[in-house]
């Protein structure tokens, strides 16, 4: 089905040669001045291969991290500037199988891999041939590493692939979830995580009984100034948390996209952005809320709302006393953003759940004066985070920070706003006493 470029090969090779041509003469011009022309033919060879034996003495062979460190440029009363890259060797690396590509895939997802230490693509599934062709040319996938949705269990055969990253319609991460666990590959999916509870736990249950990891992707929580906020709740900086609000709303496209269809989405604005609000309240407190109340309305006659609800407006009450607000939308004007309300100051993140540009405000008093900070930390992409903490868990096998459970528990809350909102009175939960109860180990400061 795919064809090596040979027009692209005898250009290249004849770009190669051209270049040995310039780098001869510019050698015979300036290094060999002064020798005969036999002199040189001879010394060509020579310096070829004196230069192997130094290169072969100057790097012997290396094992663990190629950790390199430099000095700092910065004075210590200067913001720190960024430690080298450091990544892995390129056959280190856990192999990733990138399936769909849409959206996500083409403009984030594999873009991403090249800011990852631990990960890189090796595969590719995707039932459009033609589009999944330029793509691997694109990222030097080999022919022969591009799967259909039919041929998709045939990559229990690839050795490359450690990992399946599945970046399918919500209704699709179950299946492929399972196929994939049965393929003998580790399971890396979007969120939501699926449809139902249901679906939830025989995805859990499929990948325990291959031996393989199941992560949900959930970047918010790998995210460095996400990570910061949560660390001054936990640590009570500013005293206990008493509210959050969280708001997550965009306009979206008049068209037939999958995420208007409820057999593909599972429903409309709740588990596509909603999602950020209800596990991002988690991950910063890491309770699990006991009650939720919601309330959901959709414009009558948008065609884009017929199956799926256009605005959700849920509250979570926590074992703490901490009670999150949270509004999500599909048709009102782009706004992704929280604020943490604690006793003696308040957290603000705007924009908080954009895959770029995030912004970070703390407001307090102390002495009595008002004063608003705003951390500046070096911006990382979320992508590439949440791929080396996978790889990493791979390679250590260690349960990853956002598992299977972690994806389930928010698909019951959800399950739990709909009824709240159908019955119009709220519902409780299932007490959970210990805090991150759903979460495996959590990232190394690296990979945050």
């Known amino acids: 089905m795919f064809q090596e470029n040979t027009a692209y090969n005898t250009a290249f090779n004849s770009e190669a040669e051209n270049g040995y041509d310039y780098s001869r003469r510019h050698f015979i011009n300036h290094a060999g001045r002064g020798l005969l022309a036999v002199g040189v033919a001879s010394a060509l060879p020579l310096a070829a291969a004196g230069a192997a034996t130094a290169a072969k003495e100057a790097f012997p062979p290396t094992s663990g991290p190629l950790d390199i460190k430099l000095p700092p440029l910065e004075a210590p009363t200067d913001p720190k500037g960024a430690e080298p890259f450091n990544p892995d060797a390129p056959e280190r690396r856990v192999g990733y199988a990138v399936v769909g590509l849409g959206h996500l895939t083409l403009n984030e ?114 995210e460095p100034l996400n990570r910061q906020v949560q660390k001054l709740v936990r640590d009570k900086t500013y005293g206990a948390t008493k509210m959050l609000q969280m708001m997550n709303t965009q306009n979206q496209a008049h068209d037939q996209q999958w995420r208007h269809k409820k057999a593909l989405a599972g429903g409309g604005s709740l588990p596509d952005v909603g999602l950020y609000c209800l596990n991002t309240t988690r991950f910063l407190l890491g309770e699990e809320p006991i009650e939720v109340s919601a309330q959901i309305y959709s414009t009558s006659g948008d065609d884009r709302f017929k199956e799926i609800e256009e605005n959700v407006s849920f509250t979570l009450r ?131």
């Open 109 to 222: 997802i594999l873009p991403a891999f090249a800011q990852c230490k631990h990960a890189k693509p090796v595969a590719l599934v995707s039932g459009d041939a033609d589009k999944m062709a330029k793509v691997a040319q694109q990222y030097g996938i080999k022919p022969s590493s591009c799967y259909s949705y039919q041929t998709y269990d045939n990559l229990k055969n690839n050795p490359e692939v450690e990992v399946i990253y599945i970046v399918l319609p919500n209704s699709m991460h179950h299946e492929f979830t399972i196929r994939g666990a049965k393929a003998g590959k580790h399971i890396l999916c979007e969120k939501p995580m699926a449809n139902s509870a249901k679906e939830c736990e025989e995805m859990i249950e499929a990948c325990k009984k291959a031996g393989k990891k199941l992560m949900i992707a959930y970047r918010i929580q790998y």
């Open 318 to 448: 926590f074992p703490s006393g901490a009670i999150s607000q949270c509004m999500t939308g599909y048709g009102s004007f782009n706004n992704k953003s929280y604020t943490v309300y604690a006793e003696t100051g308040s957290i603000k993140m705007d924009p908080a759940f954009p895959y770029k540009g995030l912004h970070q405000e703390r407001i307090h008093a102390p002495g009595g004066k008002q004063l608003k900070e705003t951390p500046n930390d070096p911006q990382k992409d979320q992508f590439a985070l949440e791929m080396d903490h996978m790889a990493e868990c791979v390679r250590q096998n260690k349960t990853p920070y956002t598992p299977g459970e972690e994806g389930l528990q928010d698909q019951r809350i959800m399950e739990a706003i709909y009824k709240s909102a159908k019955e119009n009175k709220p519902v409780k939960l299932p007490a959970v006493a210990k805090l991150d109860a759903f979460r495996g180990e959590a990232p190394k400061e690296e990979e945050a």
